[in-house]
């Protein structure tokens, strides 16, 4: 399967990115092209022109900023997997991002591409919802930032607007007594979330909750923030008993996404099943 | 519109003016004539297609031959020396790593990327590894003997 045809041209930094899509409008931005090749195999997406970041090296990287991490929009799943600095500040991103496809897929697959896609199978954007990330944008007049929590607008569709290309993404650098966890089920044949919690533990010294944070993937159309579970949980001693009680009662997801292999209720109960999981698994390393 | 792009594939650089849209399994299949690199799925799921792009695996199938421009491309043709089979192939053909013989060279490539980054994994890292990879004979288990077998191989040189 060949995509449709199109007219390619390869930035050479950010500027020119912009620039080239100022004068195209119609173009799609190609990185790593592990969604966006996809769907132009299939003609999901036929974009006549096509403006390749692949090779723009200010896009690359990790930099700690000290309170805070700086991920370049071009930095690999594989990268983000094998990132000492992540490993050390921020395990939250690489345990999710060793979850996505398989190797070859983490080889090419890029974070800025995931998140600008806004696949709500995709593992990262509850990830960076949950972590409370700020995305950064490039475009003709000049830069700007979204918060994470205004960014996924609708099932694959996002605050970027036309003319514009993320550049990077930057998350809080997680306080002491604070464990994380990322826990999917995948599709066993695409290895999409069909549910992914992403969960944010902090304790205080006496051991009860200071604040929590539990964000799903593949369960609503965009990234899903369970907040009155979260809220629910600040305050007491996150025994088992407590964190389930919490999840039975507090989760309500408003809006279900279903399809022929998991339905709506099918996915709630399994966001019931993944946010007690999650929780206490990021409890046991809040704890750790 | 052709865009010029310079590769070298197992060594030898290749340059060429091909179509934006030209997969570069095609580039490696129709235009190089190399063929040992299959397409399978053909939608980033099967693995039959992985070559190494830089030394890492990737399916070939989703990439576009001009984003291969500059690279240094190795596929299955490329892992033999002087007319000796490496240990992959080796291990493979022994431990009866293959039936049909459509994932193997996707297979191989995968495992030789999973090696190069782990000379000794265990099984489950091996299962683990080879995800990206599907085989619809073996059942997998002679796959997994083979690439045991061609780590211990390659870590006695």
């Not at chain 1, 918060?147 to 993404?169: C, K, N, W, Y």
């Not at chain 1, 369960?219 to 809220?231: C, H, L, M, W």
Request: glycine share 10%; aromatic share 4%.
């Amino acid at each position: 399967m060949y995509p449709p045809r199109f007219d390619y041209y390869r930035a050479a930094s950010v500027q020119e990115a912009v620039q080239l899509l100022q004068a195209h409008p119609e173009a799609k931005v190609l990185a790593g092209g592990h969604s966006l090749l996809p769907m132009m195999k299939l003609r999901l997406a036929a974009p006549p022109v096509l403006v390749d970041i692949g090779r723009i090296e200010e896009l690359r990287g990790i930099q700690d900023l000290g309170d805070r991490l700086r991920i370049g929009a071009l930095t690999t799943h594989w990268e983000l997997e094998r990132s000492d600095i992540l490993a050390r500040k921020c395990p939250l991103i690489p345990e999710a991002a060793a979850q996505i496809g398989d190797r070859q897929v983490r080889h090419r697959g890029t974070i800025g591409g995931n998140l600008v896609h806004a696949d709500p199978g995709s593992d990262l954007p509850a990830v960076i919802l949950a972590l409370d990330g700020t995305l950064h944008l490039a475009g003709p007049n000049g830069t700007r930032q979204v918060a994470a929590r205004d960014f996924f607008l609708d099932l694959m569709t996002t605050a970027v607007q036309p003319g514009e290309i993320l550049t990077a993404v930057e998350v809080p650098v997680l306080g002491e007594r604070t464990g994380t966890a990322y826990l999917k089920f995948e599709h066993p044949a695409s290895g999409y979330a069909v549910c992914g919690a992403a969960a944010i533990v902090t304790l205080n010294a006496d051991g009860t909750v200071a604040q929590a944070r539990l964000c799903f993937n593949g369960i609503t159309s965009t990234p899903f923030n369970a907040q009155n579970v979260t809220d629910a949980l600040v305050g007491h001693t996150p025994d088992d008993a407590t964190i389930e009680g919490v999840v039975d009662q507090h989760l309500h997801v408003g809006d279900p996404m279903g399809d022929v292999f998991a339905s709506g209720a099918y996915r709630v109960e399994l966001a019931k099943v993944f946010a007690k999981r999650a929780l206490k698994q990021a409890r046991d390393r809040a704890q750790a | 519109m052709g865009v010029p792009i310079r590769v070298e594939v197992n060594g030898r650089v290749y340059e060429h003016t091909v179509e934006p849209r030209l997969l570069l399994v095609h580039y490696l299949r129709d235009v190089l004539g190399l063929t040992g690199t299959k397409v399978g799925c053909d939608t980033s799921q099967c693995g039959a297609c992985t070559v190494l792009m830089n030394g890492l695996a990737v399916k070939s199938c989703t990439v576009l031959a001009v984003q291969a421009d500059g690279a240094q491309i190795t596929t299955i043709e490329g892992l033999a020396k002087d007319g000796e089979l490496h240990p992959l192939q080796q291990a493979f053909w022994e431990n009866h790593g293959l039936q049909c013989g459509y994932c193997t060279p996707g297979m191989i490539l995968a495992a030789y990327d999973l090696l190069q980054e782990n000379p000794n994994p265990t099984e489950e890292e091996v299962r683990h590894g080879l995800e990206g990879n599907l085989c619809r004979c073996t059942g997998y288990h002679n796959i997994v003997k083979a690439v045991l077998d061609a780590a211990q191989r390659m870590r006695e040189g």
